[in-house]
Every structure is written in C-alpha cells, then in structure tokens.
C-alpha cells in the first residue's frame, strides 16, 4: 500500500531533517579531525594515502550493485531479499579483498611508492570486514525512521575520529590514517548489529532478482567511482604524493558545505521518491521542494568558502598548505553544480529509469577524463581542479531538461526556486568583498586570519539570511524551503519557551 502523500511529504522533511543534523555534526568532527591531522601530518601522508584509497575505489566497482537501494526501492521486500542482499555483499567483499592483494604491488609499482602496497593490504581487510554489516539497518531510510539511522552513524563517526586523532599524536605518520579507516569499517559492523534487532542468514534465494534491478545501478555507481577518483588517479602518478595530498584536502576542503549538506538530503528523501513513483504530478512538486532546500543552503556555502579560502588555508591548516587555496576556490564551485545533479539522479531510479543514469554516467565519465588529463598536463592540480568543474557545468542543461520532461516539470519551475538563493548569495559576496578588502592581510586593519574567517562567516551567514528573508517577503512569501525552515525554527522556539515555563 502506497504511503498517503501527504504522510511522505512529511516524513521526508523530518527525515532530511534528521540527515542535515547529522551531516552538520559529522562534518564539524570531520573538521576537526582535518584541521588536528593537517598540523600533526604532511601533504605527502595524505597524498600517500589517497593513493591507496584511489585503488580501494576502484576494488568497490566489484560490489557497486546498491542492494540497498533495491531494497528500498521494492515496497514489498521480504525477509528473503535483506538476507540475499547481505550474502552477496559479503560474497562481493570477498572478491574486492582478493583483487586487492593482487593489486598491490603492480599498484605500488605504478605510483612509484613501495608503501602503497602494505596500505592496501591493510585497507582490503576493512573493506572485506565492512562486507558483514547488518543488512537490516536498510529498514531506517525505507521505513524513513531515519533518527534511528543519525545515531548509528554518529557513534560510528566518533569512534573513527577518536582512534584516529589518537593515533596521529602518537605516530605522526600516514599509519593514523590507515588504522582509523580500517577501525571505522570493524566498528560500524558490530554497532550495525547492535542498533537493528534484524539478524539475517546466509541465502542466495533472492540473487538473481537483486542482481537484476541492480545491474544498472552496478554500472552507475562503478562510473561514479570512476568519476570521482579519476583525478585522483592521475595527480598521483603524474604529480606525485605531495601534489595529490594538496588536491585530495582541497577536494575535502571544498565540497564540506555543498555535497555533504546535500548527501544526507539525499539520503533522506530517494525512499519518499520511491513511494511517489506512481503519481508523476506529486514527484515533480516533492522533487522542486528537495532542489529548493539544496539550493537553499549549498548556494551560500560554495560562494563564501570560495572568497575565504585564503584565511581559512591560513587559520586552518598552516603555511604548508597553501597551495590548496586555488584548488579549494575552483572546487568549491565544482561540489555546488555536483550536489545539483547528485539528487536528480535519485529521480530516474525512483521511476526505474535507471538505464539512463548510466548513460549519462558513461557521457560524464567520457568527458572528465581528457579535461582531467589536459589539465594537469597544462597546469597542474589547478588544471585537474578546473577540468573536473567543467566536467559537470558542460551537461547540466542536458540533465536538467531530462528530468523536466520526466517528472513534468517547466523552465520557470527551476527559475522559481532558484532567483531567491543566488541573488541573496550575490549580496554576500559584495558584503565579503567589502569586509575581506579591508580585513585581509596586507591592508590597514590586517586582521589574523582565524578572526578574519570567523567574522567573514558571521557576515556571510547573516548578509546571505536577511537577503533570502527580504527577497522571501517581496515574493509573496510562497510555499518553499524558506517556509519550512521558518515554520520549524518557529516550532523549536515554541518548545523552547515551553520548557522556559515548566
């Protein structure tokens, strides 16, 4: 039975909720953990490891079939599909464990680094553990309990950053980084057991149907993987581990306020697209509301973690570092056009059109490669960073049209949604131009840099918010994003007081 629509209307938008919050807390410990790792490690620890986890990605095509997502996808899942779902997994883990230990010398070989071998070794041991996580906790985004899915992942993110913290202040060295990875993979199994009751077993009664759904979805995600880690991939063999650990923190860096706000939004709403498959007129309206609220918020931080990459790179991270400032500018920019498409693709799955995902998988892929290489042959890691953001700028108009015609929707749809965002982000970048001018260093005031980023935050956030509220009011005050948010700030106000009073 289909879920009224209002009633997935609702439970998306707590369930975004919930996902928001937990990437707003996520990446204030990823932060963290950067800026403590960037101080006690080098470039070239990262760079080093980025290598290996380049190679890990390329191992994960093997189990890149997204049983979960066919799992939520299919309302009338039984118990003998979780069950299937997680025997494959574990049979898939297996087989990238054993490609790995095959690759690691060629890899090794290839980068011209002897270390990279033992890394992947290590890294092939969490990634065969992490194939026996608890297929059960796919029922917290199917059933959109996904404040149950929050907490699962935050205490999986704090045990990885306190072992990994502790271990750099200890070893000072690239091993940190392995050994958090690799503990992170063997705590999330064991929580995933015990935050879900389900325990499932071994059967492969259900593999052929799963594998069916998910043979595009295997193709999809194995080019993504291939998307995302193609610069990687050739900044490390043609530049080396110093370059690739400048371009790997700037990537990072960049896309903290833009792909990792819009990832657990993501998250959070493909279950409500699923449910809403069947009735073309409610998707096209639940898709605006989603696009709405990642435009809402990612418009602002790709803009404004561009213009203070300067004093963040120097507040932050240290002198060693500064050859991230042009990276982190162009890839701020690159995860905004990138946290765009990435929940439009959810879109075409949700209306089993996933063959066209992959396609256009296969387009994008085709084009990144060569502007990554051209690139980097012209200008280095800037050129990588400048061919992966015209990688995705080239082919939004195509995937834009493609979705309208979907889901039913017009031009003056997307431009309703989005004139509010970038003209207020437009007033902000003038008030930052105007503060950072004067604030930076050089001129007459020449604040420290932390407190030049700090107040050019505060600045920000309040220019960007009272434009959206004054451009909110001048509209007609429509029903958005701008609502919602104002609607639940209201509510927790409310609670506040209530509180106050008892």
Same mark, same amino acid.
């Given at each position: 039975m289909i879920p009224p629509v209002q009633s997935v209307g609702r439970r998306m938008a707590t369930g975004a909720a919930w996902m928001v919050g937990f990437k707003l807390i996520e990446r204030s410990i990823g932060l963290i953990s950067t800026i403590v790792l960037a101080r006690l490690l080098l470039p070239e620890d990262f760079g080093l490891v980025a290598m290996a986890t380049s190679v890990i990605a390329v191992a994960e095509l093997l189990q890149a079939f997204s049983f979960d997502v066919a799992l939520i996808q299919n309302q009338e899942a039984t118990r003998e599909d979780y069950d299937s779902a997680?025997?494959?997994n574990i049979l898939l883990a297996a087989g990238c464990a054993v490609f790995l230990a095959a690759a690691a010398y060629p890899m090794s070989v290839f980068y011209g680094d002897h270390r990279v071998?033992?890394?992947?070794?290590?890294?092939?041991?969490?990634l065969f553990a992490q194939g026996f996580e608890n297929i059960g906790i796919v029922a917290f985004?199917?059933?959109?309990? !996904?404040?149950?899915?929050?907490?699962?992942? @935050?205490?999986?993110?704090? *045990?990885?950053?306190?072992?990994?913290?502790?271990?750099? !202040?200890?070893?000072?060295?690239?091993?940190? @980084?392995?050994?958090?990875? *690799?503990s992170s993979r063997f705590v999330g199994v064991g929580l995933s057991y015990l935050v879900h009751p389900y325990r499932p077993l071994l059967s492969l009664a259900r593999a052929s149907a799963l594998v069916h759904f998910s043979k595009w979805l295997l193709i999809t995600n194995a080019l993504g993987v291939a998307r995302s880690r193609t610069a990687d991939i050739i900044v490390?063999?043609?530049?080396?581990a110093h370059a690739l650990g400048l371009f790997t923190m700037s990537y990072e860096i960049s896309n903290l306020p833009t792909t990792e706000l819009s990832a657990p939004i993501n998250r959070a709403v493909f279950p409500g697209y699923a449910a809403l498959s069947s009735d073309t007129n409610a998707l096209g309206h639940s898709v605006l509301r989603v696009m709405s609220m990642i435009l809402l918020l990612t418009i602002p931080a790709a803009f404004g973690i561009a213009m203070v990459a300067e004093s963040l790179v120097d507040a932050l991270l240290g002198s060693k570092w500064t050859g991230a400032i042009p990276l982190i500018q162009v890839l701020a920019i690159f995860g905004l056009v990138s946290s765009?498409?990435?929940?439009?693709?959810?879109?075409?799955?949700?209306?089993?059109?996933?063959?066209?995902?992959?396609?256009?998988?296969?387009?994008?892929f085709l084009l990144q490669l060569p502007l990554v290489i051209i690139g980097v042959y012209l200008s280095g890691t800037t050129g990588a960073a400048v061919g992966l953001l015209a990688s995705v700028v080239i082919p939004l108009p195509f995937v834009i049209r493609a979705v309208s015609r979907l889901v039913g929707l017009r031009a003056a749809d997307w431009g309703a949604i989005a004139w509010?965002?970038?003209?207020?982000?437009?007033?902000?970048?003038?008030v930052l131009w105007g503060w950072l001018s004067i604030a930076s260093p050089g001129s007459n005031f020449s604040a420290s840099s932390l407190f030049t980023l700090l107040s050019s935050i505060s600045l920000g956030t309040v220019s960007y918010c009272l434009s959206v509220l004054a451009l909110w009011i001048l509209a007609g005050r429509p029903v958005g994003s701008e609502s919602y948010l104002f609607e639940r700030i209201g509510v927790l106000i409310s609670r506040a007081r209530g509180k106050l009073r008892d």
């Open positions: 997680w025997t494959l071998e033992s890394v992947i070794y290590c890294l092939a041991l969490g985004r199917k059933e959109l309990t !996904l404040h149950k899915d929050f907490w699962f992942l @935050l205490a999986k993110k704090i *045990v990885a950053f306190t072992i990994t913290v502790s271990c750099a !202040l200890y070893m000072r060295n690239y091993w940190a @980084l392995i050994i958090g990875m *690799v490390g063999h043609m530049a080396g765009f498409q990435s929940n439009l693709g959810f879109v075409f799955v949700a209306k089993r059109q996933a063959r066209f995902i992959t396609f256009w998988s296969i387009a994008m509010r965002p970038v003209i207020s982000a437009m007033i902000m970048g003038v």
